[in-house]
């Protein structure tokens, strides 16, 4: 079997690898406090035997597991909800009301991801999707506060990388479980001085109002750390909220300035790739464009797909 990737973050937090694509590319977080557990991301189907690993080395009983909360629906991030909610006799789903119903039924979700990938692709990288009974699900509200054995988890809604996106405040270690709201720096992207950070304009509901107006209120709880979901600890996100912004901005106006070129979404993903490896190269001066593309490539191209699809509305 593969090998479970997970780290220890402190403050009763680990970092499971979901094992999605490539190591280091997805992450779940299992947190513990007192005798309860919740999990934030649930990884996808193929995630559950490296969550259970995790559990089995913790001595951790899947009784002891209260609440699962994926920040939203997309695959990577929601796609092992069902057969993990069948495992955990305890467990509650938080999600946003607007993502319940696709969770009880996940048929558009499907139909909606195997209509890109194709049949054989979609279940390669996420398997058959389990149904949740609806009385199993709590349609989270914003500023709801969760408890679990005495530790509050604050959930905000956090729109514009997807509409019924949530973020998840951890009183205790005064972090955010951001999802895609604070955009992607993966581990390889950190270099001696700073790190490189990028944010996620995926398709289909990319909104680059809400999305700042969404990381500014995540700032605004002047937090020490964030846990992104790609990936791991971000220390000192005050340190990186500006770039993020702006490079928001950017990408926006790159896509105005190109969107009525001959092929838009080559001309965009060609600009933002050079931006993106550049600005890599800065904070690791010896990795190879190979490196690079393989680190960014599919980010950058979803992020055009998200950009002209947000123009084009
Ligand atoms: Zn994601």
Wanted: net charge negative.
């Amino acid at each position: 079997m593969e090998k479970t990737i997970y780290s220890y973050l402190r403050h009763g937090i680990t970092c499971i690898d979901s094992g999605y694509i490539r190591p280091n590319m997805a992450a779940i977080y299992l947190i513990e406090h007192k005798s309860d557990v919740a999990i934030i991301e649930t990884g996808t189907n193929h995630s559950l035997s490296k969550v259970l690993a995790v559990l089995d080395k913790k001595k951790i009983t899947h009784s002891q597991v209260r609440y699962i909360i994926p920040t939203h629906i997309h695959l990577d991030h929601a796609g092992g909800a069902g057969s993990m909610m069948k495992l955990f006799p305890n467990a509650q789903l938080i999600v946003h009301p607007r993502a319940a119903k696709h969770m009880t039924d996940p048929s558009f979700l499907v139909k909606s991801v195997v209509d890109v990938y194709g049949l054989e692709k979609f279940n390669a990288l996420y398997g058959e999707l389990t149904p949740i009974l609806d009385e199993n699900i709590i349609k989270a509200e914003d500023n709801m506060v969760i408890d679990l054995s005495g530790r509050n988890f604050h959930i905000r809604y956090t729109p514009g990388h997807a509409e019924h996106h949530i973020c998840i405040w951890d009183e205790q270690s005064k972090g955010w479980f951001s999802g895609d709201t604070f955009g992607i720096s993966y581990p390889e992207m950190i270099g001696l001085k700073t790190r490189h950070i990028i944010p996620t304009t995926t398709p289909t509901q990319f909104n680059p109002e809400k999305l700042l107006n969404s990381i500014n209120l995540l700032m605004s709880y002047e937090p020490e750390c964030i846990y992104l979901t790609h990936f791991g600890l971000l220390e000192n996100p005050q340190d990186h909220y500006e770039i993020l912004s702006k490079t928001i901005t950017e990408y926006c106006e790159i896509t105005q300035a190109n969107i009525k070129a001959l092929s838009p979404e080559e001309e965009i993903n060609k600009i933002i790739s050079e931006i993106e490896y550049t600005n890599l190269f800065k904070v690791r001066p010896n990795a190879t464009l190979k490196e690079a593309q393989s680190l960014l490539g599919l980010d950058i191209n979803l992020n055009t797909q998200g950009l002209c699809y947000w123009l084009n509305q």
